[in-house]
């Protein structure tokens, strides 16, 4: 599965890199995960998919986070 | 560059007025801005009096310094962790702060702070801001207050008076910083 890698990145940088790469990638429909170490991503990722109708599922929970989204 | 207001465009939904010519705020603004367009927000900002160096060209007019600023948390980017820790705002007393070379001190101290936190230079946060569709005006009175030239400011922005403001933000979420 692709794999987004937004760690290193701080408030709000993560989801505008994800909203690019929905942007790039938009009709695909593949689900794919992202990493993240911006602790605040853990609840602003899954408020952002939630407003754009996406799921979002994480998966792990640790120094880095991560998430699997699907359109 | 713009100078009329475009009438087709839709009202903000979420604007600030930023007063404030250091840094710190310089920061606050451009991520609250960021962040709101990216959860598709329509925002404007609206510049005015020393929030207008927010908008020049050349940024590094953009500093901070503790110097009558009791609230800020002043930390060092390098060192042990124990020595990172430390906040020099209340370590120090007040008056270290009136010496000379502690504004370029604490602005390349708060600049290395924020690149290892993972955020942008303030430039090219404000540049995003713009591509993310971020409206911004210069207030056209304080321009003219300060002596400005509509050549010193960054391309992509408006200038205009605050009734241009109002008209844009009607029910928009609004803060003033």
Not at chain 1, 27 to 37: A, E, Y
Not at chain 2, 105 to 131: D, N, S, Y
Not at chain 2, 147 to 173: C, L, M, N, R, W
């Amino acid at each position: 599965m692709e794999r987004l890698d937004l760690t290193g990145l701080a408030c709000p940088m993560p989801l505008i890199k994800l909203k690019k790469y929905l942007a790039e990638t938009a009709g695909q429909n593949r689900p794919f995960l992202v990493s993240v170490s911006d602790r605040g991503a853990l609840k602003d990722i899954p408020a952002f998919c939630f407003q754009k109708g996406l799921a979002c599922q994480l998966v792990s929970d640790n120094q880095i986070i991560e998430f699997q989204i699907r359109g | 560059m713009h100078t009329e207001a475009s009438s087709d465009s839709l009202p903000a939904q979420f604007s600030i007025i930023h007063s404030k010519g250091t840094l710190d705020w310089a920061y606050a603004t451009f991520i609250l801005a960021s962040s709101a367009a990216v959860m598709d927000k329509r925002v404007e900002l609206f510049f005015s009096f020393y929030g207008l160096q927010c908008l020049l060209k050349d940024t590094r007019g953009l500093k901070v310094s503790p110097l009558g600023r009791p609230d800020m948390i002043i930390r060092s980017p390098h060192g042990p962790d124990w020595f990172k820790r430390i906040d020099w705002n209340r370590a120090l007393p007040g008056m270290m702060w009136t010496l000379p070379g502690m504004a370029t001190l604490v602005t390349h101290g708060f600049k290395k702070q924020m690149a290892r936190q993972g955020q942008l230079p303030i430039a090219e946060l404000r540049a995003l801001c713009l591509e993310l569709g971020v409206k911004m005006t210069a207030c056209q009175m304080t321009v003219d207050l300060f002596g400005f030239e509509t050549d010193d400011f960054i391309d992509g922005i408006e200038f205009a008076g605050a009734p241009t403001y109002f008209v844009h933000t009607p029910e928009s979420q609004s803060l003033f910083i």
